[in-house]
Structures are given as C-alpha cells and as structure tokens.
C-alpha cells in the first residue's frame, strides 16, 4: 500500500487511513526484514507516519504484528461449489497456493512460522485461521458423500489436511521454486494437481475415515 | 550437554571439548529462546565458556547457528528394510515424528523456519537435509516395486513428499499436541498412521506416478 495520493502535505494522518497504512507497512517489513529485525521506528518511516502515531493505538511491536496479521485473515479462502469434488478439491488448492505466494501471503505465513510464532497471541491466530480452513471441507465433503462420490464416513479434517499438508510442505519447508513468484505459475498449478490427486486417491480408498470411536477417545 | 565434570576448574577450555558444549548451548538456547533473541553472549554462557573462545571459531551468531544445524543433521534417520511397503513406510514416518517431537529436533525445525531461515547457507542445509531424506525413499520404493506392491512408475520423491507433509503439517503449521512431548506419544503413532495409509493409497491407485515426459520437461 502506498501513502495516501490524495493527501500531499500531512500523508497518512492518524485516523483510519494511517492505520490501514501502519498495517501494510508491517506486512511490507515482515516480507523485506523479516520479524527479528522488524522495528516500530522502520514501520513508521514506511507507513509514512510518526512513531508516536504508531505508539497511540498499538503498545509495541508485538501487538503491532498480531493486529496485521489478523487483519489480513479478515478476508479468506471462499467455500467452492463446482459441482465435482474434484473441481471443489482443485478450487481449494489452487486459492491456497495462491493466498501463499502472494507477498503478502508469504510473509504472513513466514511471520506465523518465524520467531513471532512464540507469542501466545500469533499461536492463536494461526489456530483459528487454520481452524476456519478446516471448516471450509465440511460442505465440500458432505456434499460429495451426497452425490456417492466419496465414502460415506470420510473426515473433513483429514481430507482437508491431506490437501493443505503438501502445499505447506512444498511452498514453506522443501521451498520449491513455486515460492518465488508468477513465472513459476505451471508449478504452482503441479503442487495443486498432485496434491488433488492424492487427496482425492486416499479418500475413495477409505484412507481418510473418521476415527472409530472404538478406541479411547476421538482423534482430533 | 552439561558442562564437563572432569574439568572443574577450567569447565571446558577451548578444543573440542568446547566446541561441542558450545553447538550443544546454540541449540538449547534455540529451543529455549529462538532465533530472534539468541545471542553470542547467552549461548557462552550456557556453555561455560568466555566469549572470545565463541569468537575465536565463529564469527557471529549467524555462523554458529549454521554450524550447529549442520552438526545435528550428521545423524539422520535410516533407511528402512522391513521385508514390507507398508512396514517401510511406518518406520519411515514414526522415525520423521520421533526426529521432530524430541526436542533437539524441534529446536532445529523451528530454527530452519524462523528468521534464521532467511539465512542463505541455512537455507542451503535445508534444502540438503530435504535432498537426503528423499533419497532415503528411493530404495523403499524400489523394493516395493520388486515385491508387486507398488506400481512400477511410482515416484519415489513424490511418495515421500506425500508421506512427510502431514507429519510437517502436523508438528510444525497446526501445531497438534503430539508436538508438546512424550505424554502424547499416542497421537504421535497416530499422526504416523494416518499419513501411512494415505501416502499408501495414493501410491496404489497410481496418484504418485513419475510425470510422463509428454509435457514440457520434468516435474521436480
């Protein structure tokens, strides 16, 4: 985000536009710096504000970081209605591999991984973000057991696991070059495929049924 | 690693003796504080050393960081020769789980993707560690294919990849309590078991296959 156009002499002010712009400063910096060298005094310089603006709403950089990152998961991953599972299960891997090699994305999800992690705060954020993903299989399951497509026992949660796991893995731990940005697109549409594939494999084989209540207690 | 008993009075002087109490210090303090506030000075200190024994072998934190990294991953996990797939493949993934949910292990994950990730020989050592442990499914795969139990064009690095991202995606992004220690040593085997199954169906119903050389060069 850059300053506001439409205000040359005073930039950002301190209402809501220096906020929204506090905001996108301290994704912009946790993408450039990362969350170790990531200081109040660089966001403000960024954002185009005084430090003490930054100061008046948010205690610290800590807090500063909780808020942009909750804030950027306002908006989410939708719920897709394609009328397969297949092309439901590919609708959400897709939008996940783009929501993570975006920027923005990116350095969201390096922030959550990062030594920002360790504050109770993000570990929670990063929970619920995960949580909601986690909701968003219910419908795609249920309405794919109703069209006889998958088992009638199939576990949401696992299958969405088995979908989101290996785009994880691939765009965060073994970093494939489908991290580095758009020229890498078709690499991008690889992690999807395979991992639909695979999904889609193991939950027509029965791989991802829920937990038997047989044993003691659930599997979560 | 605790200091040496044999030395008292001089608690590790400055060989080797010193070194490995110094890497064993990076570690812990890793575990303990992470990447963004370790400091030359700390891990000296839990090592019972001075300051300039660190600094007469590495030149920063950045450095000894890398150097204790790559000290870990010397040890690595074996390749397995059960007599089965299915059992390769358990033993595989209970000995990626036990890696990462001791805590040494998670001190190291954790520090490849915090901020010290960002550093480019540490980057580098993981993308070996990566490397490594794919090869270590290449003869699994191998025998499964001689024994009938896989199809012949599987992929052995898409057969690891697909078994080692829920354990990552467990341990590291949702965060499940398998991570917390040994009292959950259940969910651990559970965590081992469902990627099992999956990564087995998968590779049965031919979802792992090696990409054929139609398209435009190999998939990685």
Chains 1, 2 share one sequence.
Do not use: C
């Amino acid at each position: 985000m850059e300053l506001a156009s439409s205000d040359p002499v005073r930039p950002v002010g301190r209402g809501r536009k220096a906020q929204a712009a506090v905001r996108a400063a301290t994704l912009a910096e946790l993408l450039d710096r990362g969350y170790a060298d990531l200081t109040v005094e660089g966001v403000a310089q960024r954002a185009g504000v005084h430090k003490t603006t930054v100061y008046r709403r948010w205690k610290n950089r800590e807090s500063l970081v909780v808020d942009a990152l909750a804030e950027h998961f306002a908006t989410d991953i939708p719920i897709p209605d394609t009328g397969s599972v297949e092309g439901d299960l590919r609708a959400l891997a897709q939008a996940l591999v783009q929501s993570m090699t975006s920027p923005v994305g990116r350095a969201v999800q390096t922030a959550m991984l990062s030594d920002a992690g360790r504050l109770p705060e993000i570990a929670e954020a990063r929970r619920g973000v995960l949580a909601d993903r986690f909701r968003r299989a219910e419908p795609v399951v249920a309405r794919a057991v109703e069209r006889g497509e998958l088992p009638a026992d199939t576990d949401p949660a696992a299958l969405f696991r088995t979908l989101a796991a290996p785009v994880y893995f691939r765009l965060l731990i073994s970093a494939d070059q489908v991290a580095e940005g758009a020229e890498n697109a078709e690499d991008a549409e690889g992690v999807a495929d395979e991992t639909v594939r695979v999904a889609l494999a193991a939950a027509r084989a029965g791989a991802l049924a829920r937990a038997r209540p047989v044993t003691d207690g659930e599997q979560a």
